[in-house]
């Protein structure tokens, strides 16, 4: 017998850090050239999505996190995401999504794109269309520049805008205290700072170090710590300059590493272990919501 026809799908999506975000000159429509080494990690937000006889999201909070910033109209990603893949298909049923916020809300953890990507594969699945891996890609790129990696997860290259993804090997497993903090931060802002930064230097095409590269393939940790960076974490500091304070701090409970996530708010540090993690966060935990994650996990993924 066929396999019935689900009535609801719900799909998890990993939260994504930057190992390295190498920041290029602004373009003429205004975006950077980008090359990044993305991880997903295991803070994850979820996606369900079912029949309906109207286009709808609605959204709960996990522990500690703020959702009143997430918009439940058609500006939200998940339901944008819904939407074209409906229109690309030809689907006119619409559907009502439901999404379990477990990333932190504008902290640099492209939580929002999390959505997008999980919105794609759950209604993907919902409405049996056994769309090509790649066509997903590519829908995914039209939404934001990280929603292609929320679909890939593990650890990957990505360039363009970010949206070019291209996994990278990594044999190793990683344990990170995520710091957040409750007053996200203004992507475009971060980028505007960025380029006040540099007014009148030579921006150099941005690569991805090969030392991480190589670090990661031999899953050594602390080799990683030497090669991570991000290009806006100068930026992110110049409009937030507190941030300094617990990046200093987690250095000095000896992480490996401690950098900005992406645009910000969000610290992380890089530790051996999972007991070296939870000293760590214990160290940093006065300074925001401090929690133990590992990485790679897998992208999005249908439960």
């Known amino acids: 017998m066929p396999e019935p026809t689900p ?36 803070l994850c937000s979820s996606v369900s999505a079912s029949p309906s006889t109207d286009w709808s ?35 006119t049923t619409p559907v009502t999504l439901h999404i379990d916020k477990g990333i932190p809300v504008a902290g640099g953890l492209a939580g929002g794109s999390a959505d997008g990507a999980a919105a794609l594969l759950a209604c993907d699945t919902l409405w049996e269309l056994d769309t090509p891996r ?14 292609p990696f929320g679909l890939v997860g593990g650890s990957a290259a990505g360039h363009g805008r970010g949206e070019v993804v291209t996994p990278l090997t990594d044999t190793g497993r990683y344990d990170w205290v995520v710091l957040t903090d409750p ?7 971060v980028y505007a700072e960025f380029d006040v930064l540099h007014d009148g230097l030579v921006v150099p095409d941005p690569e991805i170090p090969s030392a991480l590269v190589d670090a990661l393939a031999a899953g050594d940790a602390r080799a990683l ?15 937030r300059p507190e941030l300094a304070e617990p990046l200093q701090a987690g250095l000095d409970a000896t992480a490996l590493a401690a950098l900005v996530s992406g645009s910000g708010p969000t ?3 890089l530790c051996e272990d ?27 993924t249908v439960l």
């Open 274 to 300: 999972a007991d070296h993690a939870a000293r760590v966060a214990d160290a940093v935990s006065s300074y925001g919501r401090a929690v133990v994650a590992s990485g790679p996990v897998e992208g999005a």
């Open 183 to 189: 007053v996200g931060m203004s992507t475009p802002a």
């Open 267 to 269: 610290c992380l540090f």
């Open 57 to 91: 999201v609605t959204c709960t909070p996990g522990e500690g996190i703020d959702v009143a910033a997430v918009p439940l109209d058609d500006s939200n990603l998940a339901l944008r995401a819904a939407r074209l893949l409906a229109e690309h298909a030809g689907v």
């Open 225 to 239: 710590a030497g090669s991570v960076g991000n290009d806006l974490q100068p930026a992110s500091l110049r409009l």
């Open 7 to 42: 009535t609801v799908v719900t799909v998890r999506a990993p939260a994504k850090i930057n190992l390295h975000l190498g920041v290029g000159p602004v373009r003429p429509d205004g975006f950077h050239p980008l090359a990044t080494a993305y991880q997903a990690i295991s």
């Open 134 to 147: 790649s066509t997903l890609l590519d829908l995914a790129g039209q939404l934001g520049s990280d929603v």
